[in-house]
């Protein structure tokens, strides 16, 4: 029998990996030079828990997938463009500012008010995901805040694999040190998840889902919240790039003897 | 003035602090004597006799929260026991370590002390204030924080600082009660390769990293996967190395392409992976570029074995680059150290 499961992912938009970054001093504080024309990606590790959730979804037929995300209204629209093709879900965008820099408590703050004010959402089925760090704060504290404010007790970081059990109770794997997965069995629903990589592929682009996403994300867009985010005492003293440019010595001409040789000598080296 | 308490944790054994633990009971004692601040170490285990004992000298005041129900890492309880070893502290500076138990919970301990938090720190300066530094957007921006709001938790990164240690010696320690919230939550145990396939070893003094270039079709015009499975298994049995890879090599399995049968997506280095410390790093096979690079933030030695001579690697990432085909070089350095040991 299927588990009846509301999920809301929480993911937000970022500069696409690829680019160049620089961090500028405003009058708001740190952020990236040119910020809001970088070309930006759903958060990686979100968009795992994304794909995970779609999986989970379809599934359990009669399951419910909302993807909260807070971000500059443009930045998510074109973002959703693709993320929109991959999967079902419900948007729910909050506009706000973008980047690494605000604090993760504010962030927190206005995405569980928002989830806790989700029509339909029953708080007894939620899987509450998202991604375990971001790839622009990469804190790792967002997720946990949320499930805190929404009163959720059973949290789980780094998870790479779900699996639901009939009964509703489902076992967990997490990430941790040494290369080495934590085995947990969870009595049910609500749950905080925070995804690493998971086991799924990034789903193909499908047209049809899109355009039917799309009908209900561009409303939403328009009518998107706009949050204000607290700086809670947090003051960032230096925002810098690292200087560590390396002078790399180039060997064009040497045989596998000679490198093999020169490493042997490296490897053993102190 | 400030109140600082360090927060640690026991191994598997149950007694026996974890090393990131003892590395953040350095960072709080140095911040101590910095700040001239008392200090007082919270210790979570099943039992803290030994974890107490092995910080006696350290001078601080000792809490510990122990029982059966804090032998395992789980939200519920270390949540509650964190939190009664920071009600006991009354701390206004709370360092941990940055490991996967603390990690879990300790943001949500900062919320119900009214608190604040920051992870990933990499190190603490100032003498009148706390200045944080850490990393952004995955390593690729550095900053450095502080925050006038407490209690102010500071999760710190493993390898930062030294590990503390001394002689143990019997130690006062106060236990500290627990109000358990209802436990839904089991842990049944660890899955992991077995000890000879586990390629992941934090503690190697060297890193390899296995690029998408070991699959592809070598200029016979064929892949030879199952050479270079067994040259990079020999590199790691010879050197005791970790082993890396690239997220390309790794996705190539959830592509239903051949992928090396030991790589999984707990190996992946960079923007979507881990960022292991290791003293040197070796890539092969591996072009270079941003997203994977960051992994390497704190790798201090690399270098890099590519066919493309514009690689990443040749633009000030790496140290040193050969322009080369990996296969051979692999091979020659396999049998070198190989005559050697012999």
């Known amino acids: ?71 500059s209204k443009a930045k998510l629209q074109q973002v959703m463009m693709t993320v929109a093709q991959k999967a079902a879900f419900e948007l729910v965008p909050i506009d706000g500012p973008i980047g690494g820099f605000p604090d993760a408590h504010s962030t927190a703050a206005v995405l569980a008010e928002t989830i806790a004010a989700l029509p339909g959402l029953d708080r007894a089925k939620l899987l509450l995901f998202g991604g375990w760090e971001s790839a622009t704060r990469g804190a790792g504290v967002t997720l946990q805040l949320v499930g805190e404010r929404l009163g959720i007790t059973d949290q789980f970081q780094g998870v790479d694999q779900i699996d639901l059990h009939e009964d509703g109770s489902f076992e967990v794997l997490e990430r941790v040190e040494g290369g080495k997965h934590q085995v947990s069995v969870c009595a049910g ?82 | 003035m400030e109140t600082i308490l360090v927060l640690a944790h026991a191994d598997e054994t149950g007694s026996a602090l974890t090393r990131a633990s003892l590395e953040t009971v350095t960072a709080g004692l140095e911040l101590a004597a910095r700040l001239s601040a008392p200090l007082t170490i919270g210790i979570v285990a099943a039992d803290a006799t030994a974890a107490a004992n092995a910080l006696s000298t350290t001078g601080a005041r000792l809490l510990a929260v122990s029982g059966e129900a804090f032998a395992q890492a789980r939200y ?22 940055g490991t996967s138990r603390f990690t879990r919970v300790a943001a949500s301990v900062a919320h119900r002390l009214g608190g604040f938090i920051d992870t990933h720190i990499t190190a603490l300066a100032g003498t009148e204030t706390i200045e944080a530094s850490r990393w952004f957007y995955r390593q690729r921006v550095e900053a450095v924080l502080n925050r006038e709001a407490r209690p102010w938790f500071l999760l710190l990164d493993a390898g930062t600082h030294a590990a503390f240690a001394a002689e143990p010696a019997t130690a006062q320690v106060e236990q500290v009660a627990v109000q358990l919230p209802e436990i839904r939550t089991t842990v ?53 190395s970790s082993l890396g890879s690239s997220k390309s090599l790794v996705d190539q399995g959830g592509e239903g392409n051949f992928v090396l049968p030991f790589l999984t997506h707990l190996n992946q280095i ?72 012999a």
């Not at chain 2, 200029?219 to 499975?229: F, M, T, V």
Request: proline fraction near 8%; hydrophobic fraction near 45%; aromatic fraction near 4%.
């Open chain 1, 1 to 71: 029998m299927a588990n009846l499961l509301h999920i809301v992912v929480c993911a937000g938009v970022v500069p696409d990996p690829l680019q160049t970054l620089e961090p500028v001093t405003g009058p708001n504080g740190p952020g990236l030079k040119n910020e809001m024309v970088l070309p930006a990606v759903l958060d990686p590790w979100a968009a795992s828990a994304l794909y995970e959730a779609a999986n989970l979804a379809t599934k359990n037929p009669g399951s419910k997938l909302w993807l909260v995300s807070l971000g």
């Open chain 1, 189 to 270: 629903t609500p749950a905080v998840l925070g995804w690493a990589t998971g086991n799924l592929a990034e789903p193909p682009n499908n047209p049809q889902v899109g355009m039917k996403n799309m009908r209900t994300i561009m409303p939403a867009l328009a009518k998107a919240k706009a949050a204000k985010l607290e700086a809670n005492g947090l003051r960032y003293l230096s925002v810098s790039l690292p200087k560590q440019q390396r002078t790399t010595r180039v060997e064009k001409n040497m045989s596998p003897d000679e490198i093999a040789a020169e490493l042997v000598a490296w490897i053993g080296a102190e």
């Open chain 2, 76 to 97: 519920a309880s270390d949540a509650a026991a964190c939190e009664a070893l920071c009600r006991a502290a009354k701390a206004t500076i709370v360092l941990a370590p």
């Open chain 2, 188 to 240: 049944s145990g660890f899955r992991a390769p077995t000890e000879d396939q586990q390629t992941i070893r934090p503690d190697a003094k060297m890193l390899l990293v296995a690029g998408a270039g070991w699959t592809k079709k070598q200029p016979d015009g064929q892949i030879h996967a199952a050479e270079a499975s067994e040259l990079i298994l020999g590199f790691l049995h010879a050197t005791s």
């Open chain 2, 270 to 341: 960079g923007q979507t992976g881990a960022t292991p410390r290791h003293a040197k790093g070796l890539s092969t096979c591996c072009h270079g570029e941003e997203p994977h690079v960051v992994g390497w933030r704190f790798i201090a030695d690399r270098r890099a074995i590519s066919l493309d001579p514009n690689c990443g690697w040749t633009r000030g990432k790496a140290d040193v680059v050969y322009i080369a085909d990996a296969f051979p070089v692999i091979a020659k350095v396999n049998a070198l150290l190989e005559a050697k040991k």
